[in-house]
C-alpha cells in the first residue's frame, strides 16, 4: 500500500524574485520615484500657496516648525525601514507568515506612538514652538500651523509606514496612485483652504492632514483583504525582534533627527544674519532641494527590498547585479540632477518669490553655491539605505549621522563666522562631499561580507 504526501500549498509568486537586472530593477523602483518625485512636487506647491497668497513670516514659520515634524517623520521612517528589511528578508528566506505577524504588528504601533505624540505635542504646543526659535513675529503662525498638523500625526506616522511596505509587498504602483491622489487632493485643497477661504496658514496645514488620510485609509482596505504574500493577521513579534527594527532603521531616524537639528541651526543662523527674509530663502532652497533629491530617495526605497530579498535567499550572483545597476543609476542621476539644478536655479526660486524682492535674492545667491549638494547627496542616500537593506544598521547610522548632522553642524558653527552667509550655503555641499568618500570606504570595506561587488 502506497501513501502519498501533500505539496504544500505554494506562495503566490513574489515581485521580488524577478528583478535581476538594470531594466527590472528600474521597473520594479519606478513607481516608488515617482512617489517620491510627486510627493516632493506637492510639498513645493504647498510651499508656493503659502508664499503667494498668504506672506513671507507663514512661509519661514513652516521651516521653524519643520523639525518637530521631522522628528515625527523619522520615527516612522525607522519602523518602516528596519520594519521593511526585516520582513523582506522572512520572506526571501521563506517565513512568510512570521512576515505577516511583524508586518500587523508595526501597523498597530504607527497608530499608538501617532496618538502619543500628537495628545504629546498638542499639550506643550507653546514650549516647542518658542524652543524651536520661532520670534514674536513669527510665534503666531508656528501656532496655527504645527498645532493644525499634529491632529493627524496618526495618519502620517501610519502612511510612512505603508510607503515601505507597499514596495516589500511588490506594489509600489499601488503606493504611487495613492501618493499621486494625496498629493491633488492636498493641492486642491491648498487652492480651497488658503485661495478661497482665506484661511491663511492654517488651511495649508488642514490641506496638509486631509491629505495624510488618503494612503493610510488605502492601505488599510488593501491588506485587509488582499490574496498576496503580505496582508493583516493577528499582530506578533518578538522583543528582539522589534529592537532589531528599531537598531536597524536607526540610521533613518537619525538622519530625520539630525535633519531637524541641523535645520534649527540654519533657521537660527539664517534669523541672526538676515532676519525673516533669510529664513524665508532657506524655506525656499531646503524645499527646492528636497523635491530635487527625491529621485534617489525614491530609488534607495525602491531598490531596498530588492537587495533585502536577495541578502535573505543568498542570490549573490542577482546582488552584484543589483548593486552594479544602483551604482550607474546613482552616477549617472547625480550629474543629471546637477546640471538641471545649475540651469533653473533662477526660474525655480522665481516660483516662490518675485525676482525683485530681497527673499528672491539671498534665495537665488544661496541656491547657485548649494546646488553643488547634487553631485554628492545620492551616493550618500544610496549607502546608507543599502546597509539598513543589509540589516547592518551600525554603518547606516554611521553614514547618515555624519552627512545629516555632524559634519553640517560643524560646517555651520564655523563657516559663517568667516565667510557670512556663504559660510551657510557651503555648508551642505562640504559635508555631503565628505560623506561620500566615507560611505565608499565602507562599500569597500564590507564587500566580501555581503558579495555585493
Known sequence: MSTSTAAPAREPANA????????????????TMVMMVFNGLYTIVDVVFVARFVNTEALSAINIINPA???????????????????????GGGDTAGARRNFSLLILAGVLLGLFF????????????????????????????????????????????????FVAAGKPALNMALIIASGLTNTLLDYVFIVLLGMGVAGAALATGIAFLIPPLGGLCFFLYSKGPLHFTRPGMRLREFGQVCFNGSSEMIAQLSISVTTYLFNITMLRLAGEAGVAALTI??????????????????????????????????????????????????????SAALLGASRLIGIFAPPDSRVFALADQG??????????????????SLFTALSNGKVSAIIAFLRTFALIALFLLVLPEFLGLTGVWLAAPLAEAISALVAAFFVWRWRGTYQYL
Not at 69 to 91: D, E, F, H, P, Y
Open 285 to 338: 532652497t531646503a524645499y527646492s532641494e528636497y523635491f530635487l533629491v527625491t529621485l534617489f530617495l525614491g530609488f534607495s526605497m525602491g531598490v531596498a527590498p530588492v537587495i533585502s530579498y536577495n541578502y535573505g535567499s543568498g542570490n549573490h550572483a542577482r546582488q552584484r547585479r543589483i548593486f552594479r545597476s544602483c551604482l550607474l543609476f546613482i552616477c549617472v542621476g547625480s550629474i543629471l540632477v546637477f
Open 69 to 91: 515634524m521631522g522628528v515625527l517623520w523619522g520615527l516612522g521612517t525607522m519602523l518602516g525601514t528596519g520594519g521593511s528589511a526585516l520582513i523582506a528578508r522572512k520572506m
Open 118 to 165: 500628537s495628545g504629546l505635542g498638542l499639550l506643550f504646543l507653546e514650549p516647542i514652538i518658542r524652543a524651536l526659535g520661532a520670534s514674536d513675529i513669527l510665534a503666531p503662525y508656528c501656532r496655527e500651523y504645527f498645532g493644525t498638523l499634529l491632529l493627524f500625526t496618526p495618519a502620517g506616522l501610519v502612511l510612512a509606514l505603508f510607503a515601505f511596505f
Open 16 to 31: 521580488l524574485e524577478r528583478v535581476s537586472g538594470l531594466l527590472s530593477l528600474l521597473r520594479f523602483a519606478f513607481p
Open 367 to 384: 541656491f547657485h553655491i548649494f546646488v553643488f549638494n547634487f553631485l554628492f547627496c545620492g551616493y550618500g542616500i544610496f549607502a546608507s
